[in-house]
């Protein structure tokens, strides 16, 4: 059974648009993440969510905001998409507070055209 | 602001020992990590070592710390074709009523000749 999920895993789609990336847990985790790996395989955290607390990477553009319709979703929304935008992105959930190891999932390529 | 560096690159032979190594900038880690991507691949867990821990040994993998000098390794003993991936050190940050959120490093992309 896979421990987080991610859809679509690949989206490509023409600058502007807004679009979304889904994910689910079901490891009953606490705190889910989102990562945007570049190019060249650096790895960002964007914002991590627990129990309705948002925290935010100071450098993430306030195009890019998490949703969380429950605790076992963090869906991710991104508008008026730019070509810098191309990344793949990674949601990742933990389980306690402030301890747990953080499990990925697959992982969505997303290309801007 | 946190930091974490890795060598880009390590080529070796099918069945000798690969060791990876890491320095990170923030000392109030509580736990380090060691993930692996595969090609096209999403992230691993390896393997992670609690900050007041010198050594973790699990199998053919042996996490060496030295908080003294920030660096973290990860040694691979008989290492295979398979173990070809790009291995990620990271170190936890933030605060801890929002979920750690980690700080990886570059990666260093693991080349296994046979």
């Known amino acids: 059974d896979t421990a987080v999920s991610q859809t679509p895993k690949y989206l490509v789609t023409q600058m502007g648009n807004d679009k979304s990336i889904k994910c689910e847990q079901n490891?009953?985790?606490?705190?889910m993440y989102w990562y945007k790996q570049d190019s060249k395989k650096f790895l960002k955290i964007m914002f991590s969510y627990n129990n309705k607390e948002l925290i935010i990477n100071e450098t993430v553009p306030n195009r890019f905001s998490p949703k969380s319709p429950d605790k076992a979703h963090l869906n991710l929304h991104i508008n008026s998409l730019e070509l810098g935008d191309s990344a793949v992105y990674f949601c990742?959930?933990?389980?306690?507070?402030?301890?747990?190891?953080?499990?990925f999932g697959p992982g969505t390529r997303l290309t801007v055209l | 602001g946190e930091d974490v560096e890795q060598s880009l690159f390590l080529s070796v032979r099918e069945g000798d020992s690969s060791v990876i190594n890491c320095t990170y900038t923030d000392s109030s880690s509580t736990y380090l990590y060691w993930y692996k991507q595969e090609p096209g691949a999403g992230l691993q867990l390896l393997t992670y070592i609690f900050s007041n821990m010198d050594m973790k040994q699990d199998q053919r993998l042996t996490v060496l710390l030295n908080k003294k000098d920030k660096h973290l390794s990860l040694r691979i003993a008989d290492t295979q074709t398979g173990d070809s991936a790009i291995y990620f050190c990271a170190e936890t940050f933030g605060p801890n009523n929002a979920g750690n959120m980690l700080t990886f490093g570059g990666g260093t992309r693991l080349m296994v000749k046979p």
């Open positions: 490891l009953g985790h606490d705190t």
């Open positions: 990742a959930s933990s389980g306690r507070r402030g301890t747990d190891t953080q499990y």
